[in-house]
């Protein structure tokens, strides 16, 4: 049986630091897809992504003063530029998010202090293995949550390409743009 085009995936590596912490920022992210050449035939290529893994900053000290502090982060990856408008669970566009959080308590009598994992790792494929298919020349990466830790991210992305028809293609970059 011949090799299939589509079986070898790859690991595609970007990250970004916030020009203003604490704000919510969008960097963009081009994809390996040659579009210099004309689509052969009635197929298209496109990327799909199968699995997406965050890394997140080290997490700040926490401030003393016996006073519970409460820290957070969001960083999402999507296929429009939301700018800085925060990237939701629901928009059609967005391929795979995280959100974490950190608590602590440090005073001169103890504390206690809670974080997430910095490395976390999404696989976004379904029970088939099919992952999620990205028409578009480029993804973004949003970065949100306080000044204190929202700093800087990074992120790998698993994608390999796949063949779809003509039709699928023209639909699916108007509705990922």
Known sequence: MPKRKDENPQWLSASAVATV???TQSWSVSLPQNRAFAPTGSKASVIEVLKVVFYAP???NFAGGG???GIALIMALS???HADDQVELTDADMISMISLEAQGL???TGGYGFVHDRIVERDITDLNGNGILVATDQIYMQLAGTAAWATSMAMRILYR???ISLLEFVGMMQSQQ
């Open 79 to 81: 296929t429009r530029d």
């Open 161 to 163: 390409f796949k063949e």
């Open 106 to 108: 440090f005073s001169a």
């Open 58 to 60: 080290g997490v700040p």
């Open 67 to 69: 006073a519970e502090v």
């Open 21 to 23: 912490p604490g704000t």
